[in-house]
């Protein structure tokens, strides 16, 4: 599995020198069409509010040619039906105001004053989180090199010494509190209350859907056997943190309000497990930065796109 947390949050470091130094007037950004990408506009609005991310971070770059590539990110996601929510897209940001330590009023006050404003940086951090997500299903599909042979498990094998290294095997159940798109801002809240009683009642797999029977519009899953390198990214930490027996927090995705339950666990060391740990071991930064490279000049070459 590809580790994209640099794409997310390598740029904090230099926004933390960048917010002790900077203290100026919050630019006013005229807004023109200046590119169309497949029918989605890009203004020079959103141009200049990248610019003044890339300032942020001492970091050279064209920020026209960043936001295209960045619609086409968000594009390609959407057409894999990737859809991260709002929710997700603000406890990102939280948490990146946490990790500098650094109150959210802050944070919004450093972004507005630099000219980057906090709603082109979420929209940043959503579309990252969203390229995560299809670096990952691309690199599982063997479309960016990821998939490994019988012979290359065979050669990884023989390196560590003929030894086959284990992974903990999950056995997970799903639970999806379904808020219909329609009825989100009236019922979410409600749904949310309904999905945390349900969670804290949780004691095991067997008993959910005798828990989920009186209730309305209430989805349970079994996800079946999942390795560690293969659990989903947004989910990864918390199942590793949950004990079996337990579930993760609620969390608002597009489905409405989810919860995983951790039926089991135990450590394996069969052929998949071993093709899961090289795998995962060899996806460094830079296979990642390979991978994303090339996708994207993929899209670029398929893509219509029209400067005005």
Request: proline share 2%.
């Amino acid at each position: 599995m590809l580790s994209m947390r640099k794409y997310l949050f390598s740029a904090g470091f230099a926004l933390l020198v960048a917010f002790s130094i900077t203290a100026v007037t919050r630019p006013v950004f005229a807004t023109e069409i200046k590119y169309v990408v497949n029918n989605i506009p890009i203004t020079t609005g959103d141009i200049q509010h990248r610019a003044a991310f890339l300032r942020l971070q001492h970091r050279k770059g064209d920020a026209g040619q960043e936001m295209i590539d960045q619609t086409l990110r968000l594009a390609e996601a959407r057409r894999l039906g990737i859809r991260i929510s709002d929710a997700q897209v603000d406890a990102a940001y939280q948490r990146f105001a946490t990790s500098n330590k650094m109150p959210l009023k802050q944070l919004d006050g450093a972004m507005a004053q630099s000219g980057v404003t906090k709603e082109h940086f979420k929209e940043f951090i959503r579309a990252q989180m969203a390229w995560n997500q299809a670096l990952t299903a691309r690199s599982r599909s063997g479309d960016g090199g990821g998939a490994m042979s019988e012979q290359d498990l065979v050669k990884r094998m023989l390196e560590k010494g003929g030894s086959k290294p284990s992974a903990t095997e999950y056995m997970l159940q799903q639970v999806i509190f379904v808020v219909p798109a329609a009825e989100r801002s009236a019922t979410l809240a409600k749904r949310k209350r309904e999905a945390d009683a349900m969670r804290a009642r949780f004691n095991g797999c067997n008993t959910t859907r005798e828990f989920a029977r009186g209730l309305i519009d209430v989805t349970v899953r079994d996800l079946g056997r999942v390795l560690a390198p293969q659990l989903p990214a947004d989910w990864a930490e918390q199942i590793k943190a949950t004990k079996v027996g337990g579930a993760t927090t609620t969390r608002e995705t597009d489905r409405g309000v989810e919860f995983i339950g951790i039926c089991s666990s135990r450590e394996v060391s069969d052929d998949k497990a071993a093709q899961m740990v090289f795998q995962s071991e060899g996806s460094s930064d830079k296979n990642a930065d390979e991978l994303s490279k090339k996708y994207v000049e993929e899209l670029r070459k398929k893509a219509r796109i029209i400067e005005r």
